[in-house]
DNA sequence: TATTAGCACTCGGATTAAATGAGTGCTAAT
DNA sequence: ATTAGCACTCATTTAATCCGAGTGCTAATA
């Protein structure tokens, strides 16, 4: 017994009407609902062949069925290969207050955040954008000036876009060719390295250059260190997660905590995040149906990603956390033209 | 009839019963409980002049006693009066737990962050920082100089702590002569200056000295709008929001989706924290219970706030969300001193 | 051989009924 | 002024019952 042309045609059908429902779909419903004209009876028979097969459960005896993890990757699989996906609803709309959206924001983490609560509210579900992800950091430029008679300002810039402030007391002010002596030593020998390439050695030369200053150096350093790290570190906004309330399926009050702590203290999606990035294929849009992704506490949801790149390299990640009854086509459709927006906006910008 | 001393103490029966219990409390227990030697008849004469009163409520005929807003507010009062409170319990490793907390973080930010997550943890309720507030900020410092040859970066400092950073890309590259010609300009102009300040005309005047250039001070003037009001403009933490799903009343599914939405997403937050600010008195802790705060989301939780000062005359405020059954003096203890070493913190620090 | 009609059976969920017991208010006695 | 006693209330628990959507199986049909 396989999978013939009719099993496939009510698999379809229980899916996406338990979809709409969330009830457990009866045979009768699919009788009527289905084109293929079969009595409840004939469909009955299916249906027992389809939970043979693993597709589908039945929550208890006498019930009807509802899809099993296995059932909605069929479904998703099957989705994902129609060529394309051509919902276009309102399609302008949604266009222009994107670009408004887009428009007004000129820090980079400001326009995440807004993305994730501006997904948020679109979809219905919960929202996960991470920031972009970069390998290696460079050091591209520091600076060194005097705030005022007591205050020195360090600007250490890394990568393409992070900006670290450091500021620091200092006893007896710098004059301006100290500090002009000072920044070109720290241009000179540091631009353009990554955080292995600054070794002891290296540190040593210079403290040996830069004199009485050294003590300098030394916060220098660690500010470097700090910022090449924080340009490294992949920061995750989320929005939305009381979302998830609205499903009753994940609302159940014992597992709810721990859903909404996953959501909220974040520090738990970074293994998504993670995962996501190793595994990208199909445009890098990704779905992990239940316990096919790594937190237990996500057992009961679905998981749809979505990655966008900078052009210098770094890739971030935009995902939609639900119910594992969501709308995979507006899901998927959402987020694939989503990322295509974030992906044009950093080239265009840069 | 009032308030004789025998009302009062079992009133306070009542009400620290309920705070340990949540369950309304009967007439026997009180009579087995407390001190003074009453039977249950006499307690229930009593409570039922408490009633009248309006120190507290039957939820429904035959039920125990729980306290209204009004007998909540008596407490508390109450307890505030008591010069001090003094509980000790582990004084000394909580102290040094605060200490390690302290040490490691540099940026406030980070640090503020970590105060709203131990704080969650130790009280088991929900917890709300917020950064400092500022009246009026002044320009500080302006810098600006070229990371490479088509980026310009600008430096901002605002007040005493808030830097920000400005990327921008030139057509063709400034020359160094040309850097410090308008950085001087721009100093000398605008340092010390609030927003107000900086009106039209001067701002006509910077631009024709800075002859070609003008159109770079277009984009310097308006990200310092936005430095300053960044830095007036306040950053609400909060963390621990899941555990308001630990007290069964607050965790009806209704108004649990509006409680949650206000803390997780912070915006009305604002509002509270605006308000503590503006009516602070005994050692600027306050609570305020049910009802009396603005949010009606709330309208079921009692949240005690207490503000730090930084000596700029910035001040800041930290907040306790949990159910009005909270152990009102625990967690004004736990603040009382958390502020007194903030406010330690920040005067050692500057 | 594939489909269908018919029927007995299952079981979760909703509805109803009764039992329980903590707690009250009131009255009469101390 | 205090207390013992009693009738009454009402949320909560438990059990009993009903309902109906849905199934699996069998025998009839095309």
Redesign the interface.
């Known amino acids: 017994m396989s999978l013939d042309e009719r099993k496939m045609k009510i698999l379809k059908t229980i899916i996406s009407t338990y979809l709409e429902t969330g009830e457990p779909v009866g045979s009768r419903t699919i009788a009527k609902d289905s084109d293929l004209h079969l009595s409840s009876a004939t469909i009955r028979n299916e249906m027992a062949d389809l939970e043979e097969l693993g597709y589908i459960i039945q929550p208890h005896t006498s019930s009807g069925r509802i899809p099993s993890d296995l059932g909605y990757r069929y479904y998703v699989n099957q989705m994902m290969e129609e060529h394309d996906i051509e919902i276009r609803e309102k399609e302008e709309e949604i266009e222009t207050e994107r670009q408004m959206m887009f428009q007004k924001m000129?820090r980079m983490e400001e326009m995440l955040k807004s993305v994730a609560d501006v997904l948020a509210n679109d979809t219905n579900y919960a929202t996960l954008v991470s920031t972009p992800h970069i390998r290696e950091s460079k050091l591209?430029?520091i600076?060194l000036?005097m705030?005022?008679h007591c205050r020195m300002?360090a600007?250490i810039?890394v990568g393409n876009?992070t900006?670290k402030?450091l500021?620091m007391n200092v006893e007896d002010p710098l004059s301006n060719e100290e500090i002009l002596k000072l920044n070109i030593l720290l241009n000179s020998f540091l631009q353009g390295l990554t955080l292995n390439e600054i070794n002891l050695e290296l540190m040593h030369t210079m403290k040996v250059q830069a004199g009485m200053h050294a003590t300098i150096l030394e916060t220098v350093f660690s500010g470097i260190v700090e910022a090449i790290h924080e340009a490294n570190d992949l920061e995750i906004y989320t929005?939305g997660?009381?979302n998830i309330?609205?499903y009753p399926e994940l609302?159940n009050?014992s597992q709810?905590?721990a859903l909404?702590?996953t959501l909220?203290?974040k520090k738990q999606l970074v293994k998504l995040v993670d995962e996501t990035v190793s595994d990208q294929e199909k445009h890098g849009i990704q779905v992990y149906i239940g316990s096919e992704n790594q937190l237990p506490s996500l057992k009961d949801c679905s998981i749809v990603t979505a990655t966008y790149d900078l052009e210098e390299g770094g890739t971030g990640t935009v995902g939609i956390i639900g119910p594992k009854r969501m709308d995979y086509r507006k899901v998927v459709h959402t987020l694939k033209n989503l990322t295509a927006d974030l992906d044009e906006i950093f080239n265009k910008k840069s």
Chains 1, 2 share one sequence.
Do not use: I, R, Y
Request: aromatic share 4%; no cysteine; proline share 4%.
């Open positions: 000129d591209k430029f600076q000036s705030v005022d300002l600007v810039v876009e900006v402030n500021l929005s997660a009381t309330l609205k609302a009050p709810t905590t909404l702590d909220v203290e």
